[in-house]
């Protein structure tokens, strides 16, 4: 028996309709959703977001990467990680100082600390994290005044006398600085003399290494990441 002519309508129908329906669109060349990324891109550049134009930048390039969308943002992208590789590092480095203000008989006393930089072999040899060898410590003291001082990990310090430091500001010649050795009651720091030279020469530098007289069969050293140092906060501005 042959089916009835009604019977086909609701087929034909369905038929029909799929026939009608647009192609899905491959989201890798969808234009108009490519453009719109590239607006949000191009609008964190231009407002100095650099990091947030790197973000939209991966999306455009992982979702819609055949557009032309895709392309123009491929034309500054690298300058865009630049700076925001620039601005994490720039953040990094103002994490490292820590400043404190505590009330003090006479006053406030205003600091201002960093950690040693842990060496690259020493992080990537497994285990537990190591610690940092020597904090410098810059102190405004109202009986005291200013001071520079490094609290060392060390169990004892040789230093002296007369106690000489070698301080090397980013790649300039090493200075020689004096140095006042001092017992903090937990280990040994040393002052180093020229508090306004030292901290003169810090401030324009982004890395500080100090080597301490031979101690033994050692030389001690330390590096300091300096360049995220900011005077107005240690000022107690």
């Given at each position: 028996?042959?089916?009835?002519?009604?019977?086909?309508?609701?087929?034909?129908?369905?038929?029909?309709?799929?026939?009608?329906?647009?192609?899905?669109?491959?989201?890798?060349?969808?234009?108009?959703?490519?453009?719109?990324?590239?607006?949000?891109?191009?609008?964190?550049?231009?407002?100095?977001?650099?990091e947030i134009a790197e973000m939209h930048g991966n999306q455009l390039d992982q979702a819609h990467r055949k557009t032309q969308a895709a392309a123009t943002m491929r034309e500054t992208f690298d300058e865009v990680v630049q700076q925001a590789d620039a601005m994490r590092e720039r953040r990094r480095l103002l994490g490292l100082w820590?400043?404190?203000?505590?009330?003090?008989?006479?006053?406030?006393?205003?600091?201002?600390?960093?950690?040693?930089?842990?060496?690259?072999?020493?992080?990537?040899?497994?285990?537990?994290?190591?610690?940092?060898?020597?904090?410098?410590?810059?102190?405004?003291?109202?009986?005291?005044?200013?001071?520079?001082?490094?609290?060392?990990?060390?169990?004892?310090?040789?230093?002296?006398?007369?106690?000489?430091?070698?301080?090397?500001?980013?790649?300039?010649?090493?200075?020689?600085?004096?140095?006042?050795?001092?017992?903090?009651?937990?280990?040994?720091?040393?002052?180093?003399?020229?508090?306004?030279?030292?901290?003169?020469?810090?401030?324009?530098?982004?890395?500080?290494?100090?080597?301490?007289?031979?101690?033994?069969?050692?030389?001690?050293?330390?590096?300091?990441?300096?360049?995220?140092?900011?005077?107005?906060?240690?000022?107690?501005?």
């Amino acid at each position: 028996m042959k089916p009835s002519p009604m019977r086909l309508m609701p087929l034909l129908l369905v038929l029909l309709l799929a026939a009608c329906q647009p192609e899905p669109v491959d989201p890798a060349t969808d234009e108009e959703a490519g453009a719109k990324l590239l607006a949000l891109y191009e609008a964190a550049r231009a407002d100095g977001d650099h990091e947030i134009a790197e973000m939209h930048g991966n999306q455009l390039d992982q979702a819609h990467r055949k557009t032309q969308a895709a392309a123009t943002m491929r034309e500054t992208f690298d300058e865009v990680v630049q700076q925001a590789d620039a601005m994490r590092e720039r953040r990094r480095l103002l994490g490292l100082w820590d400043y404190q203000s505590v009330a003090v008989d006479g006053g406030t006393q205003h600091s201002a600390a960093i950690y040693s930089k842990v060496p690259r072999h020493a992080m990537e040899e497994g285990g537990s994290a190591p610690r940092p060898e020597a904090r410098l410590v810059l102190r405004r003291h109202p009986e005291w005044g200013e001071s520079a001082y490094l609290v060392l990990q060390m169990s004892t310090l040789r230093c002296g006398p007369p106690c000489r430091l070698e301080i090397r500001f980013d790649d300039a010649p090493a200075r020689v600085f004096a140095g006042e050795p001092a017992d903090t009651g937990t280990g040994p720091a040393l002052f180093i003399k020229d508090e306004p030279g030292f901290l003169k020469a810090m401030t324009e530098a982004e890395r500080v290494r100090i080597e301490l007289p031979r101690n033994g069969v050692l030389v001690p050293k330390f590096e300091f990441e300096v360049g995220g140092y900011r005077p107005e906060l240690y000022r107690g501005g």
